[in-house]
């Protein structure tokens, strides 16, 4: 296990497999975007890439083993993890592959941070557009405060116990993990009050996603001036609509689109093939 500690406290949990140029790999999993979220997906990171590259996984702060104070979910914060990531293994430049919430988390990367990152890949890019609305994304987190209204604090903390993973159980909250895991955390949660808990998580959740911004980590213009290759494969649903894709290759100078249907084998060698050719 590899941990750092960011100045706020935070512990972050990442992994490193495999040798060759870097890849920092970003999960999908929106609030708790993390290691284990890659199982089961289409394309694990370190099985499709490990044997040429060197791969890094990583829990997000709110994730996995990753472990963060009761403060809202901020970009900047994680750009500033991953960064920091980056910076304890000694990597100057990497690749990043990335799906779902990952790449709102790559696209800040490539804009805040362009000198750091040599080409992208961004599977299932998440977003809103026509198709869907922001309530689709807020909806995520009612019950997160259904049952902190109904039930107090006291529920919150039951809820986590029951199933520590905030996507399948939202009832938890986004520190369900945590307070699964640390016994003092459950009494730091319980001393907020419950007000002071529901308004956290209205600033958690309009932070992971802020109103009417397409690709929600950085703006429309930003998409202009990023200037970094990308290879991103659309997504199909109302979470990852295929137009918030074809937004960002139309925007972005060095983006283009890979419209397959579903995620192939031929899609896997598009992306080795494209991570090759962009490899320094």
Known sequence: MTELTRPDGTVIHYEVT?????????APGDATSGIGQWLGGPIHPVDAFGSEFR?????????????????????????????????????PNAHLFCANIGCSYALRLLYEAPARITAAVLLDPVGVDESNTMDTFYNLFTETIRVARADGLSGVVAAAMDNPSFTAN???????????DELSFRDTLLSLGRETYVALIVDFRDGIWPWQQTCFSVNDVALTRINAPMLVLPGSDEFH??????????????AQCLDVEGHSNASLKAIQQFLADHTV
Request: aromatic share 8%.
């Open 18 to 26: 495999g040798s060759g140029y870097p890849i920092l790999a970003l």
């Open 55 to 91: 791969v890094i996984v990583m829990d997000q702060r709110y994730a996995g083993n990753s472990r963060a104070p009761l403060t809202p979910f901020s970009y900047a914060q994680a750009l500033g993890d991953q960064l920091a990531v980056l910076d304890t293994e000694a990597i």
């Open 170 to 180: 939202p009832a938890g909250g986004p520190w369900a993990q945590r307070l699964h």
């Open 241 to 254: 609509p295929p137009s918030v894709a074809r937004k960002i290759c139309a925007d972005a100078p060095n």
